[in-house]
């Protein structure tokens, strides 16, 4: 299985500052995928990261507020843009593997807490 | 609108007791249906089911599907503390997976 590799793994983080999320993974896929988890709550999709294209953001997400990179098949960033208290969360990068199964790998998590 | 519904949103039990977990949706382009377990932070995998009637068991786990009823379910037997964490539905569809809001369970000694 995919292994992931996510940073930071925490971080406290002043109101209207950006801060850049990284995932890496040991091997190439296809399928690439940031969630946000805010307390109490289960897992929202923000964006399908698309290798050498745009994110494709789901509804609620923009790309001003969550810049997405993916350079090749196994690196992605999220930045999460001036950041407000509400955007305290864990962010979850995420791949499958096997297309056919959709088994889905998560990395460590991030969790953010903005003051 | 594609949702994935979970029941009950929490759950308080005591060792031992048996738990059944429910998951249902209503999504186009269907391909699999995933349990995963969150303790921390990132979900753990614990089933993914494609196909209706074929029971999926780990251990004290187990899990079926019913693609007639768009449904799944999740039984936990002589339930543990180490049991206690929030259990996600996912339906994995042609280009991504979506999840349900999870069912907290307690155990209690």
């Known amino acids: 299985s995919a292994v992931i590799s996510q940073k930071p793994s925490r971080d406290i983080c002043q109101r209207g500052t950006s801060l850049t999320i990284q995932c890496q993974v040991d091997?190439?896929?296809?399928?690439m995928f940031w969630y946000r988890q805010q307390p109490g709550q289960s897992l929202t999709l923000i964006a399908t990261a698309n290798q050498g294209s745009e994110a494709t953001y789901e509804s609620g997400f923009v790309i001003d507020k969550f810049p997405i990179s993916r350079p090749n098949l196994t690196f992605s960033t999220l930045t999460v843009s001036n950041m407000s208290p509400e955007d305290s969360s864990i962010y979850l990068c995420s791949v499958v593997e096997d297309v056919n199964t959709g088994e889905l790998f998560f990395g460590e998590g991030s969790r953010l807490t903005v003051l | 609108e594609d949702k994935v519904v979970q029941s009950p949103l929490s759950l308080v039990v005591h060792e031992g007791d048996t738990v059944t977990l429910n998951c249902s949706y209503e999504?186009?382009?269907?391909?699999?249906l995933l349990w995963y377990k969150q303790e921390k932070k990132a979900p753990t995998f614990l089933f993914m089911l494609t196909s209706s009637g074929i029971e999926k068991k780990s251990g004290r786990l187990s899990s079926i599907l019913d693609k007639k009823e768009l449904s799944s379910i999740l039984n936990i037997t002589a339930t543990q503390t180490g049991d206690s964490a929030i259990y996600l539905c996912a339906v994995y569809r042609n280009n991504d997976m979506r999840f349900g809001a999870g069912t907290r369970l307690t155990v209690k000694p």
């Open positions: 091997s190439q896929v296809t399928m």
């Open positions: 999504v186009t382009n269907f391909r699999s």
